[in-house]
């Protein structure tokens, strides 16, 4: 029987968060767009949307924690860090420029290491906030696919995350209870997750 793949997440207390520049104030403000209106509109210009979304994990005494983004305006929804892909890019090379759109890491040992094997892929076949972890035998063709990644840290760092979010670290006991705060997706994120072999590191000590 083949072993768990080991990871390493390191405590959460070795990164730091900062926020990215505001837009220029002078700067006309887009109007918002209702989500699924957008949805909308980029089907029936480009076709299927592509979304990649990157688990990221840290631990605090030694329990798994994931880091989400919490929206301050309009819906104020936690999402997972990621986004929509252009057209014709690739997951990889998407999820990291969306990283350093989102959760930037600005300072660190190393970048972020992407898992390519796939965690997780989700279908919206409607115009609706509803996902499946498979699509539905009645839809052709989904709005949109969804698909997520475990995505590593370095050891140490510094995160800069947009003006108007708020970096969340969640831990893994709150999600699995979380349904009524987080929806469906995210408390599925500990089960993904479970086929591995988390290995906490503990934090480095200081020379005298």
């Known amino acids: 029987m083949a072993s768990s793949p080991p990871i ?4 959460l207390e070795q990164y730091t968060c900062g926020t990215g520049e505001a837009d220029d104030e002078n ?6 767009i209702d989500k699924m209106q957008k949805l909308r509109e980029i089907n029936e210009k480009s076709g299927l949307v592509r979304t990649v ?9 030694n329990h798994p924690y994931v880091l989400l983004l919490e929206k301050l305006t309009g819906d104020k929804s936690i999402i997972i860090p990621g986004g929509r892909l252009a057209l014709g890019e690739d997951d990889e090379t998407g999820l990291q420029r969306l990283l350093a759109k989102k959760l930037r890491l600005v300072k ?6 992407i898992i390519n094997d796939l965690l997780s892929c989700w279908y919206r076949p409607q115009y609706t906030e509803q996902m499946f972890p498979y699509c539905p035998v009645h839809v052709t063709t989904p709005k949109e696919v969804e698909r997520w990644y ?9 995160l800069c995350i ?10 893994f006991y709150d999600l699995q209870d979380g349904v009524r705060r987080y929806g469906k997706q995210l408390p599925t994120i500990p089960l993904l997750v479970s086929r591995f072999n988390i290995i906490p590191r503990p934090i480095p ?4």
């Open 53 to 61: 979304r990157a688990i990221i994990l840290v631990h605090m005494y």
């Open 162 to 171: 947009p003006p108007k979010y708020k970096l969340h670290a969640v831990p």
């Open 27 to 32: 700067k006309e403000e887009k109007p918002k």
């Open 205 to 208: 000590q200081k020379d005298d």
């Open 8 to 11: 390493q997440i390191y405590s």
């Open 108 to 113: 660190g040992p190393g970048p972020y290491e």
């Open 150 to 158: 475990l995505v590593l840290l370095p050891e140490n760092g510094s």
